[in-house]
């Protein structure tokens, strides 16, 4: 489209001797097309700027009326005038800042699927404090999924601020496409991998008929390269650079819609990530699975494993309220096996142990005659911290050909402690009963 302001800019030049060719060159770096600037040269021309004078027709009697006192249209222009710029990219801006959004989202979904890992670990493993030995096996990875939703929101900006076609926009974009896309997918390759090897050096096996999960991803190349997010940012970091010169606009703030989009985006996106990672962090921290608070509670002493044995981790918090001998003042809490310490993470091998405080006269012949089954195999095994040194290990016979397992005794201070298991055998049930301090 033909402007005043670049019919001006021609005059200027014309009358600092510039021929049409260089006129022509530096209005086509400044983004006007060919057609425009052909057409305000031939306006400019038309008028011959060597002319001194006004030559006005009028109509009521066509006669020709000469004013000295006017200048000739062609020769009235500021020889100052900077290089008019012509019409944004739309098109080619329009598409990089597509390229960026679908960045963006590569980004959030990346980001959401490691959150997911770390809800699967927190609420539905067989291990309810797994959060904590995760992140403590684990230490950055929290610190990736902001890195990550951070990273999305910078490529979303970048989407916005591409817009506008401006210098700064392009450097922006530039620096963010070579940055961003290639460390996040090397940095998010070693950690899906390592967190894989974490949870087995095999495929693991999830049930039968269900797909099995691999190891991890078999070369670096492939890791990094396959990544979609990496793809679409060398393709549209390619874009951008072939599109060079058609970024010539001076710095322009962002449109006040597309900021409240911006910010809105954000705070839906960035801001419930962080809490999410701050909480999971906060809860990793807690590692006495509420022990101080249910001794607060009870009278007696709580016992628990120190050390804890070999492969073995918390399963639960410290429970308090739980029935035992008739009373509702017994502590439970359950341990189990660390995945690595497992052929197959779906085979759980739960202990738990639920204790209470007894009178001195307790009788434990009674609590065991109560306890055991007219089938149950009843047999003594040695526990350092009983009475006598005793404990009465009860079995009971399933219907698969397995048992259920139960070991019993009465500490020193008249602590009943009852260590229960399916599938774990004898001498874990002893290792943990020896542990108990």
Same mark, same amino acid.
């Given at each position: ?7 001006d800019?021609?005059k200027?030049?014309?009358i600092?001797?510039?021929d049409?060719?260089?006129?022509e ?5 400044n ?5 425009d600037?052909?057409?305000a ?7 011959d700027?060597?002319t001194?004078?006004?030559?006005q ?7 020709f009326?000469?004013d000295?006192?006017?200048?000739h ?9 900077s290089?008019?710029?012509?019409d944004k990219?739309?098109? /080619?801006? $329009? +598409?990089?800042?597509i390229?960026?959004?679908v !960045? @963006?989202?590569?980004f959030?979904?990346?980001?959401? &699927?490691m ?8 609420y539905?493993s067989h291990?309810?404090g797994?959060?904590h030995?995760?992140l ?13 939703a ?5 490529m ?11 210098k700064?926009a392009f450097w922006?974009?530039?620096f ?12 998010n390759?070693k950690?899906?991998?390592s967190?894989a ?11 039968q ?8 991803t078999s070369t670096? /190349?492939? $890791? +990094?390269l ?5 793809? !679409? @940012? ?6 951008l650079? &072939?599109?060079?010169k058609?970024f010539?606009?001076p710095k ?13 985006l ?5 801001i ?7 909480m ?5 921290q807690k ?5 101080k608070?249910?001794q ?7 016992y ?8 073995m981790?918390?399963?639960?918090d410290?429970?308090?309220d739980?029935?035992?001998?008739g ?5 439970q809490v359950v341990y189990d ?13 739960p ?10 006269n ?10 055991s089954?007219?089938y ?23 219907s698969d ?5 139960n070991?019993?005794?009465v500490?020193?201070d ?7 298991t ?15 301090k």
């Amino acid at each position: 489209m033909v402007t005043k302001e670049l019919l001006d800019y021609i005059k200027s030049q014309k009358i600092k001797g510039i021929d049409d060719e260089k006129i022509e060159a530096d209005l086509i770096e400044n983004n006007w097309e060919c057609e425009d600037i052909r057409e305000a040269l031939d306006k400019v021309n038309r008028l011959d700027p060597s002319t001194p004078f006004e030559i006005q027709v009028k109509d009521r009697d066509n006669v020709f009326v000469i004013d000295e006192t006017t200048s000739h249209p062609a020769t009235q222009a500021d020889e100052h005038i900077s290089t008019p710029i012509g019409d944004k990219p739309k098109v /080619i801006a $329009g +598409v990089i800042s597509i390229l960026l959004i679908v !960045i @963006s989202f590569l980004f959030i979904y990346r980001a959401g &699927i490691m959150i997911t890992i770390m809800s699967i670990v927190d609420y539905y493993s067989h291990t309810a404090g797994a959060i904590h030995y995760f992140l403590n096996e684990f230490p950055l990875y929290g610190w990736v999924v902001i890195s990550f939703a951070l990273s999305a929101c910078v490529m979303l900006y970048a989407s916005f601020k591409v817009r506008s076609s401006s210098k700064p926009a392009f450097w922006f974009s530039f620096f963010s496409l070579l940055l961003l896309p290639a460390s996040l997918s090397y940095i998010n390759y070693k950690l899906m991998y390592s967190v894989a090897r974490y949870f087995s050096k095999d495929a693991i096996i999830l049930m039968q008929d269900k797909p099995n999960i691999p190891a991890g991803t078999s070369t670096l /190349i492939v $890791g +990094v390269l396959g990544e979609p997010a990496f793809i !679409i @940012s060398l393709i549209t970091l390619v874009i951008l650079l &072939i599109s060079y010169k058609k970024f010539h606009l001076p710095k322009e703030s962002m449109p006040s819609n597309l900021k409240k989009i911006f910010i809105t985006l954000t705070v839906l996106f960035f801001i419930p990530t962080l809490l999410f990672v701050y909480m999971s962090y906060s809860k990793a921290q807690k590692d006495d699975f509420g022990y101080k608070m249910a001794q607060e509670k009870v009278t007696y002493h709580i016992y628990k494993p120190n050390p804890i044995p070999l492969g073995m981790v918390y399963a639960a918090d410290f429970l308090t309220d739980r029935e035992m001998v008739g009373e509702s003042n017994a502590v439970q809490v359950v341990y189990d096996f660390a995945y690595q310490e497992s052929p197959d993470i779906s085979k759980s091998r739960p202990i738990t142990l639920k204790q209470t405080g007894v009178s001195q006269n307790f009788s434990i012949a009674d609590y065991l005659a109560k306890e055991s089954g007219v089938y149950s195999e009843q047999v003594t095994v040695n526990v350092n911290t009983s009475k006598d040194r005793t404990g009465y290990l009860i079995k009971n016979s399933l219907s698969d050909g397995g048992h259920t397992k139960n070991l019993i005794y009465v500490t020193q201070d008249d602590v009943l402690i009852s260590l229960s298991t399916v599938d774990s055998g004898d001498f874990d049930l002893i290792d943990l009963a020896n542990s108990l301090k």
